[in-house]
Every structure is written in structure tokens, then in C-alpha cells.
């Protein structure tokens, strides 16, 4: 059965339930990869939703109708925010049509009376509260950990949350106390990625990534890059500058990463005709070649790079003997 009929046999016995009606509203980031996957993902969006409906129809959850206002964000957000959200504006269209198809989820919220914190649907709690109109949610007690896992489990089947948002993700939940055990099952990653992502969010700054913003098209190896070469007190320097450039504030997510991305490599200017530095196609450095008056120095910086050359080194010596001499 496809996701969307899920969800409407979800609908009807709702409805018999003397509940609010819910079919699926799909709303898909821009990108050539996310166009090839854009059928699946609307499937998983709609097979995750009406999950979610099923669960609360069995425990006995209902959908209620509530004042935006009284909803909080979660106590940890998974997502960067934007000040232009295509997304956004796509799911206030649709509501506008059809009305809100799916409820959120919320929570009690621990410390307020009355009032709620979000768990997932917060584009939808957004455009509720921009309309004028009470959000339809699902309330439930959750601890903390079940809130993190939700969100997870609900931006998991999607190709939805960026690198970087995801890194972000991880410190806030690593910061909150949640082990790595947790937090590798909130994000459905192995530990090792979960090592790169807090690799890159001790290194960068959380007031740079906020600034930057999702970044929906630099992956893994480029800020892997990046939070390396901050290790350069004038390349670090540099970034902090363009941070407060005023062309800088007038693009998108992805050219404010390029623009800093351009200071960041500018750190060797003054030597360029001395200083090469050796990458790998995925943009990681491995080495670099320092010429100078008294000789040239190679500094290599990744330790697979180390080993291999290494390994090769007689191969290299006879290979120049060969021909050079």
C-alpha cells in the first residue's frame, strides 16, 4: 500500500473516531540530488506520518486543535533557522488550499502550565500561528530522550537535515548530557560519523554555523576542511572579517559558506610561491611543500596519506632515479 493511502485509511478511522481528519502535505528542499529522490522521500514522508498517526490512534492519543502561541520549540532544535524559508512558504500555500493535513506533536510542556513544547511539525506550527489559526496536534508525555529520538526518527527517512545542521544537532544533544549511544540513534548514524560531526561542531564556532546558516549543499568533506584550516590564527582571522562584511549578509546559505570558504583558503596569500598544500579530490588536505632559502620542508597532515607514502617510498626513490638521473 503507498504512503498516501496509509494515511488515508488512517484518515477514515480517525474520523470514526470522532477525530480531526490528517492526510499528507509533502514539502521537498530544492537540489539536483534531491529532485532524483524526490518520490521516495515524499513516500517516507507520508508512511512516517501516517506511522505517527497509527501510534496515536493505538495508544489512544487524539488530535487536538491548540493556540500556536502556547507552543514552545523543542528544548534542543534540530534545524537551523533561515529568515527566507522556500519550504515554509510552500506549506502556507498548501494549508491555505487545503487546510492543515498533518497534526504535529507536542508535549506537556515540564515547567509551564498550559502550555506545550514541540517535538516535530514546526513549519506547520509556523504557518498555523501566520494564518491566524489553531494548529491541529497530537499532545503526548515524552522524556526528554523520546523527544530527541521523535525528531530524529522524523527528519531520518528524509535527505532533510543538512551536514552542518546535524553537527549542530549532536553538540547541542552532547552538551544536554545525551551519550553517544543516543545520539547516533536520534541522528540513525554509526559513532564514527557522529565523531565527525562533533569534530566539526567543536571546531566551528555555533555563532559561525548559525551565521552561515543549513548550507544544503556543502557536505561532509568540505566542512571537514573548513574546521581544519580554522586552525590558522589568520585564516580564522580572515573568516571572522567576512563574518561582518556587508556582501556577506545579502546572499543565501550556501554562497555565505563559499565566501568564507574563499577567505579561509586565502590564509597562505603572502606565500604563495613558497607554500604548496597537497588535497585530496574530496578537498582534504594531506600535505604541503614549504620551498625555502635554506631548503624544502614536506609537512603531511593525514595520517592514511603518511602511511602510503611510506610504504612507497623506495618505489618513489628508484622511480626518480629512473629518470632524473
Not at 511539525?121 to 509556523?126: I, S, T
Not at 503526548?140 to 549542530?168: K, W, Y
Not at 553538540?171 to 541522528?187: P, S, V, W, Y
Not at 550556501?254 to 579530490?281: C, D, H, I, P, Y
Request: hydrophobic share 40%; with cysteine.
Amino acid at each position: 500500500m503507498k504512503g498516501r493511502d496509509i494515511l488515508k485509511s488512517m484518515v477514515s478511522a480517525g474520523q470514526a473516531a470522532g477525530e480531526a481528519p490528517a492526510v499528507s502535505v509533502s514539502q521537498k528542499p530544492a537540489g539536483a540530488v534531491r529532485a532524483m529522490n524526490l518520490s521516495l522521500n515524499r513516500l517516507n514522508d507520508e508512511a512516517a506520518a501516517a506511522k505517527v498517526l497509527r501510534d496515536a490512534l493505538a495508544s489512544g492519543d487524539k488530535v487536538v486543535e491548540l493556540d500556536p502561541d502556547l507552543i514552545e520549540n523543542s528544548f534542543i532544535q534540530d534545524r537551523i533557522p533561515v529568515e527566507l524559508d522556500p519550504e515554509l512558504e510552500k506549506l502556507k500555500t498548501a494549508i491555505e488550499e487545503s487546510g492543515q493535513q498533518v497534526p504535529i506533536l507536542v508535549r506537556p510542556h515540564p515547567t509551564k502550565v498550559n502550555c506545550y513544547q514541540s517535538v516535530f511539525g514546526h513549519r506547520r506550527r509556523r504557518v498555523a500561528k501566520l494564518l491566524g489559526r489553531r494548529v491541529k496536534a497530537i499532545v503526548r508525555e515524552m522524556t526528554d530522550e523520546e523527544v530527541i529520538l521523535a525528531q530524529g526518527q522524523e527528519n531520518g527517512p528524509r535527505v532533510d537535515l543538512s551536514f552542518i545542521e546535524r553537527a549542530l544537532f549532536a553538540r547541542r544533544m552532547h552538551e544536554h548530557g545525551f551519550d553517544r549511544d543516543t545520539i547516533a540513534k536520534a541522528l540513525s548514524v554509526d559513532k564514527p560519523e557522529i565523531s565527525r560531526l562533533l569534530q566539526v561542531a567543536d571546531a566551528v564556532k555555533p555563532e559561525l554555523i548559525l551565521a552561515v546558516g543549513p548550507a544544503f549543499k556543502v557536505g561532509r568533506p568540505r566542512w571537514l576542511a573548513f574546521a581544519d584550516g580554522l586552525k590558522d590564527t589568520d585564516a580564522a582571522k580572515r573568516v571572522d572579517k567576512e563574518l561582518t562584511s556587508a556582501e556577506f549578509a545579502k546572499v543565501d546559505s550556501n554562497a555565505r559558506f563559499e565566501r568564507l570558504w574563499k577567505a579561509l583558503a586565502g590564509r597562505s596569500e603572502k606565500k604563495t610561491n613558497a607554500v604548496q598544500v597537497l588535497r585530496g579530490q574530496k578537498g582534504l588536505p594531506l600535505a604541503s611543500i614549504e620551498r625555502g632559502t635554506r631548503g624544502t620542508k614536506i609537512t603531511v597532515t593525514s595520517e592514511p596519506f603518511a602511511a602510503f607514502l611510506s610504504d612507497k617510498l623506495a618505489d618513489l626513490v628508484a622511480a626518480f632515479e629512473r629518470e632524473k638521473i
